[in-house]
């Protein structure tokens, strides 16, 4: 069977020109401009952008928090309906078990079977023991090239220390592991939730007050540093400061592979957000915390100058229900914040629109970098031929608001509720099968597959 796309402008890393492209089966069989051949499809884009696929380097379904677990895989058709047809969720490693045995058993439980997109896996490290190091150089040829550990959540059981993280570091390296942080400072972070809860500060507006800029900016500097000892390449999660920036830009400057993402929410909410009213705070409860204004604006201009090599979503859905655990200690509201639905069209309303990221850059952030940090570029995050056929066809025509009714996140409340939206995903294809049409989600259950990642990321690209 071969679908031809006709006549969009595909976008691609470097430019944009109008032009054809062939499926066939699966795969891209052909891109290019007033392609002649046969098919047995044709679609007609004209005005429309022709874009890869996303792919979500950052997303938690189906995981345990505090205590709650979020919504789960079943409710991935809402990453397709926005463009992501590949996630990469985070798997917690379970006390006494392998690296790898952990990501076979959730795989079992919770995705294969039921995920609506592609997806992929990151490990993270919760019990440190020499042999959870050892399990490190197993992951690649399991397909999972990359390794987490959380800085930040002291008294959790996933939280790691620097001697952790260093291990990690040194194991990794010759593997091809790109080791991921969370970087923030444990200890800082209880210092001053401890003080707030003592002077009776219990709402979600504490959360971000007790997690300031210098928490993330101070374990950025100090997981770089770690890097550095342990000569390996690291990837820095979820960066949201101005002083995280400057931490990667400048070892990037000393010639040090270091890398880092930022996520949709850090570019388009501030803290004020937490401080709405009759709990709706709760909703922005995600860390790190969501900054000032200024801080949004850094982010975008780090988009710009290459400092951030990726944006995610962090996607974790929490229902209200959920949320309520903190009514009364806002440490105890699970944190995060749904949205991956919303990453590329939130990107291309308030970023491209907006005259903050051109298209190019856009493509490279949301899915040519994620596929190459984590060893998928071999299938995705191209428009070429012999990649996957994933393929989103995006009318830039449409004009709305972003409302409830219209989501798939499966939960009672979107966090981007009445934001502008220019544009949409009017049909989605993944692996040459349409999944969204005329801006409807048409797949099914299942149709998701597990993609094998290949070791030596990005982040070891500057290592020789
Ligand atoms: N931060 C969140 O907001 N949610 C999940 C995990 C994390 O680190
Ligand atoms: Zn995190
Ligand atoms: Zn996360
Ligand atoms: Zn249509």
New binding site residues.
Partial sequence: MKTLIKNGIIVTTENEYKGDILIEGTKIEAVGRNLRVEADKIIEAEGMYILPGGVDQHA?FS?E?MGERTKGFETTNAAALGGTTTVIEFVNQEQGKGLVETVEAYRKEWVDGISMVDYSFHPVITDPTPETFKDIKNLPEAGYPTVKL?M??KGQFFHSDDEAVTNALLEAKDAGVTVMV?AENADLIELMQKKAIADGNTDPYYHALTRPPIVETEATERAINLARFAGAPIYIV?VTTEGAVNAIKKAKEEGLPVYGETCTQYLLFDKEYLAKEDFEGSKY???PALRDKKDQDYLWKSLRDGSINAVSS?H?GFTTEQKKMGIDDFRKIP???PGLENRLPMLWTHGVEAGKITRSELVDYYSTMPAKNNGLDHRKGHLAPGYDADIVIYNPNVKKKVTLEDSLNGLDYTAYEGFDQIGECDAVFLRGTPVVKDGKYIGEKGQGAFIKGTAFGTAFSRRN
């Fill in positions: 938690h995981f928090f959380f930040a959540y969370h979820h409860v995600c860390s962090d974790c944190n995060g914040t």
